[in-house]
Each structure stands twice: as structure tokens, then as C-alpha cells.
């Protein structure tokens, strides 16, 4: 595999065989001229998911009082894997966004209202120690007295930073038109400390991302943090949801949004790692290019790299070079994603699991991609 071929903006990879000079078909043409590899089996940014069960969490809650989902990357610290996600233990289970007016202060509508960000350690990535909460729900009226979820961590220059939905309200009602707020710890274990007010701002009245900042997800990238986030159109047209970058050189801001924005016109809970010189999404679950791995040279401009089918939902992966910024990203090979019960999180709850994957240049080896389909 050489690193670069001129006539693929994008893709650092190389088609092996030359595309014939006669006129082709347009799904021959964008065959050649769209995709890095002729076969998704030769293209290090394909890969198939694989699900194992976590040890060391209590699955056997049903009844939808006790959620553990949208979990943070994973990173690896003082010899233990550390991953951060939302947690909600409620007296009783959601009553549905539909229902959020019956929501109280201790009755949750959505999955994912009145939590807190919890954390668990583990030496191999499969077994997991609960390790307890890491960001509680401030009092009211501060910033995500009524929820905070969905967190991602950032580490830079020694320090640690937390960014997460912090709710004003109950989810159904206006609460998911929440901004992102972040505390910071000078070790991974805490105590949290939080900067009490918003980090990143919702766009003003008529931009794309007005209703909601979501999903933040931070990596250090050309030596300043990217951050990417969801948002979604919320009504014209209706819950179209894509991803945006902003961008900040402190953790604690000012974040100044991309001029490109969205950057990705798909994506749920993307998950973004260097690659090679670039940037690589798993965009997950929403909008027209859902499901597919992407490519960004510069981190803004993302092309379709490959196809994939089962992806990990609120994918964390584990990426040891998340905040490098060496300009030659390995890719990842595992990390903790949710399963959300598929009729309906008003009924039960969500739990955390593994997936394991080889978007890794370091694990890329196509002879055994070849033989494995
Ligand atoms: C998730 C995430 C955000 C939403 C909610 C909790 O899928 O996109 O975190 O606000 O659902």
C-alpha cells in the first residue's frame, strides 16, 4: 500500500488496478474515481462490528429504572482502560417524550433524563469496575441541573476535560435543545470541577445547529481541539440531523465554529479518530450517508472511505492517539458502544457493550480480510 495516489482526492490509498480508457458506466466510474479500493476487503476504512457482553455492570435491570449508555471515548490511564457514560438510576422507568409533561423531578421522561456521568475502569476492556459518579446533577438553576449525559473526554497537555448535554429541562419538553458544558480534573479519577457555564453556545435564530448542541467529541487534531457535535434541524425540515466541528485552542474556549459547518451531512453519535494525515467518522445511524466510514484530509472535508453494516451505536472507541496530533493516525480496533432496546427505551433501559472492529492501519492486513467473507 503506498500513501498517496493524486487522482483520489482524500483517500491516502492506491487502486491497484488502472481503469480502462474506455467509456464506463457511472457505477463503474464512481468505482473508480469515488471509493479507495476496489473491494471493501483491500480498504483499511471497512471493517465488520463485533459484540461482546460486558462483565462487571448489573444487566439484569429491566424494569427501566437503571440506564448506562452514551458512553465517552475510552483512554488508557495509570494502567486501566477509563470510560465515562450516562447513568440514571430512577425510582421509576421514563414515561416517554410524548409524556414529558407527566415528567417530574424525580419522574424521568427520556432515557436519558435526570442522569449523571458515571465512570468505570478495567484492565482487559471486557471485565469493568463501576467506579461511581463523576459528574453530578449540579443544583438548580446552574447549567444541567436537570440532566447531564452523553459525555466525551478530552485529555491535553496533562489535564482532563469532560464535555456533556447539560439540560435546563425535561427532555420532550425543550430540554434536548441543550448546550454542551465541561468540567475538568487534573486526574482521570477526579475530583471534577465544573467551569459552571456553557462551553459551547447553540447558533443563533435560523443557523443550522439553533436547537441543540449534542454528542460533543473532542480530539486533538493539527495541534488544536476539534470538537465535533450533532444538531439537528428540529422542524424545517423536521429532525435532520448532522455534524458540525467547532474549534478552540483551551478546552475551556472560546470554541469557534467551523465556516463549513455541518462538516458531515449524516451522523448520530459520530465518532471521529485520526487517520493518517486526516480525520475518520463512524457515521452512525442518521441521514443520507448513514453507515459509512469517511475520510477528511483536513478534518472538515469528509468523503465516503467505505460501507459498513451493524455499526456500534454511541460508538466510544478506544483511540490511543486521540490527542497526539502527530499527523499520522493508526485507527482503532475496539471500544464501548449502547444498545437501546429496539421497540422502545420507555419500556426498559440501555445497556453498555463491547465492539471490536479493525479500522487500524497497525492491524490493517488484507491477506486475512481477503479469506474472512
Ligand atoms: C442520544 C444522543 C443525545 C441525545 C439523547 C441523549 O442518542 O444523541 O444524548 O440528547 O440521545
Known sequence: MSDSNPDQKGFPFVLPKEKPSRELSAAMERNYNQYPAPRPEDNPLYTQFKYTELKGFDYNNFDGTITRRDPSKVIFENGKYYVWYTYRHTETKPVG????????????????DLSEIWYATSEDGFTWEEQGVAIPRP??????WRSVTTTDILVYKGKYYLYYQAFMEASGLRGDDCPVAVSHADSPDGPWTPLNKVVIENGEAGEWDQYSIHDPYPIVYQDKIYLYYKSDFDGDPELVRMTGLAIADDPLGPFKKHPLNPVLNSGHETAMFPFKGGVAAMVIKDGNEHFTVQYAEDGVNFEIASMVELMPIAAGPYVPDAFDSNGNGRGITWGISHLAPAYSWEKSASILMRFDCSL????????????HH
Open 97 to 112: 417524550l410524548r409524556n414529558a409533561a407527566q415528567a417530574t423531578d424525580t419522574i424521568p421522561s427520556a432515557d436519558w
Open 139 to 144: 443544583p438548580k438553576p446552574e447549567v444541567g
Open 360 to 371: 487500524s492501519l497497525d492491524h490493517y492486513d488484507p491477506e486475512m480480510k481477503k479469506h
